[in-house]
Structures are given as C-alpha cells and as structure tokens.
T-cell receptor, first 114, second 116 residues
C-alpha cells in the first residue's frame, strides 16, 4: 500500500542546533515533494518544494534533500530557534498524470528549547 | 480575499444533524481542495474542485458527505446525519490551477467540528 511516514514522536532540540526531520514514502513515484509547517489551531503553511530531479533545495535556514533511491526526504532547520517549534508535514505529489492532489504524512512535532 | 477563509471556525452539533462548512478561496484560484484532520493525524484528502466541477471525489468517506462549488469561488461541504466519527478539523485549500502545487497550497484555518 502507499504510505508516507514521518517520525511520530516529538523531536526536542536545543536552540542553536540543527533539527533534522525525516519523511519516508513507499509505493509512490513522486513528481515532487513539499514541506509544510502547521501551528496549533492553524492550517498548514507551505515552506519548500523539491522536484524528483533535484537533490537539494535551500531557503534561508531551511534545507530539504530528496533521495528517490532511498525514497526519503530530509528537512533541516539550521540555527534553530524557539519560534521554529511547530508540527512539520511532508506531502507527496504522485507522479501519475491523473494525480490531482497531494498526499500528506501525519507530521512530526518539533520543539526547540531555549 | 487575501487568504482562504473558512466558516464557522468551530461547530458543535448533535449526532444526526446536518452541517454545512464554507470555504472562500483566494480570488483567482481555480483549484480548491477539502481535507480532514483528526487529532494527531495527517491530512486526509476528501474532494478536489477545478472550477465548479469535482473531478476527484475519491476521498469522501460516505454518501453522507457532499460538496459543491458555485461561481468558481465559494465551496460548501455538507455532512448529513452527522456521526461522532465525523468529529475533526476540516481544512480547505486553494491553488492557482489543477496540479499547480509548485507554489504550495494555501490553507484556511479550518473548521473544528465536534459531534456530540
């Protein structure tokens, strides 16, 4: 079956360190993969997209990698800050042409302690 | 509007009643999506609109769920004869066009539905 798996346990990181979140997928051939941030009581907010032919994408303190062999994406936040505390969701756009939606993982809760 | 607007933000209803949830997407966004998020879970796709038509209804859990979109803008998700398992946050998102997720979807803040 098709699955998107993210660490279900919360990740607790000391301020200033690099946080790394993992997204693994099975039985998909994604056209691209997206990362979103979700704060309590709010809808997800789009952060970054990486395409199947890209290995790495950066935006300010954020870095995403995409390994289609391992079927995995890693999401890094460098120089983490307490304001980065949130739930982070990965989402896959299946590669088949009729795909009209993106499929979300269940998210990883990140907590940055001062 | 400037963002995706959903109403109501919270809805408590008795089991067996019908509810209507409204979504007003970003002006000019032709694609509109409904997702459902249960506590601690990921987003579950419900239905997708391109303009006023719904080419993908594959995620609607049962025939108690229906949705429509009029004028290529506002969408309404209707749940008939609500059940306790319908309790969740219902999220709406829009994007410029079908499959144009390259700029990401823009989500509303959701409607928290509680069926008692």
């Amino acid at each position: 079956s098709q699955k998107i798996e993210q660490n279900s346990e919360a990740l607790n990181i000391q301020e200033g360190k690099t946080a790394t979140l993992t997204c693994n997928y099975t039985n998909y051939s994604p056209a691209y993969l997206q990362w979103y941030r979700q704060d309590p009581g709010r809808g997800p907010v789009f952060l970054l997209l990486i395409r199947e032919n890209e290995k790495e994408k950066r935006k300010e303190r954020l870095k995403v990698t995409f390994d289609t062999t391992l079927k995995q994406s890693l999401f890094h936040i460098t120089a983490s800050q307490p304001a980065d505390s949130a739930t982070y969701l990965c989402a896959v756009r299946p590669g088949y042409s009729s795909a009209s939606k993106i499929i979300f993982g269940s998210g990883t809760r990140l907590s940055i302690r001062p | 509007g400037a963002g995706v607007s959903q109403s109501p933000s919270n809805k408590v209803t008795e089991k067996g009643k019908d509810v209507e949830l409204r979504c007003d997407p970003i002006s000019g966004h032709t694609a509109l999506y409904w997702y459902r998020q249960s506590l601690g879970q990921g987003l579950e796709f419900l239905i997708y609109f391109q303009g006023n038509s719904a080419p993908d209804k594959s995620g609607l859990p049962s025939d108690r769920f229906s949705a429509e979109r009029t004028g290529g803008s506002v969408s309404t998700l209707t749940i008939q004869r609500t059940q306790q398992e319908d309790s969740a946050v219902y999220l709406c998102a829009s994007s410029l066009a079908m499959g144009q997720g390259v700029n990401g979807y823009t989500f509303g803040s959701g409607t928290r539905l509680t069926v008692v």
